[in-house]
Nanobody
Framework: QVQLVESGGGLVQPGGSLRLSCAASGSILIIETMGWYRQAPGKKRELAAMATTGGSTNYADSAKGRFANSRDNAKNTVYLQMNSLKPEDTAVYYC??????????????WGQGTQVTVSS
């Protein structure tokens, strides 16, 4: 079983920055993708940023140029640096990791979510 623990959410003013962190633990053989989804009130969960083992990262169009997703593979940790935050970035941000455990079974794990609120 693979567990994800997130930290770093909070309240920030428009134009401000926040950094989210997510650490994976458990019976991990390899993490292939690790990143973030977000869900705003009344909306579907959507991809915010996702990094692959190969080093590429996919971003939501609204996040390009403002968000930076980085991985520390040695620590099984992913970070989301969010700059120039806008009220529409307000959402619960969920960490997601997919890969294989030490038994060779695939996993698709989610964190508990961390609230990000952008408001003056």
């Amino acid at each position: 079983q693979v567990q994800l623990v997130e930290s770093g959410g909070g309240l920030v003013q428009p134009g401000g920055s926040l950094r989210l962190s997510c650490a994976a633990s458990g019976s991990i053989l390899i993490i292939e993708t690790m990143g973030w989804y977000r869900q705003a009130p009344g909306k579907k969960r959507e991809l915010a940023a996702m990094a692959t083992t190969g080093g590429s990262t996919n971003y939501a169009d609204s996040a390009k140029g403002r968000f930076a997703n980085s991985r520390d593979n040695a620590k099984n940790t992913v970070y989301l640096q969010m700059n120039s935050l806008k009220p529409e970035d307000t959402a619960v941000y969920y960490c997601n990791a997919q890969g294989y455990d030490t038994n060779g079974k695939p996993f698709n794990s989610w964190g508990q979510g961390t609230q990000v609120t952008v408001s003056s």
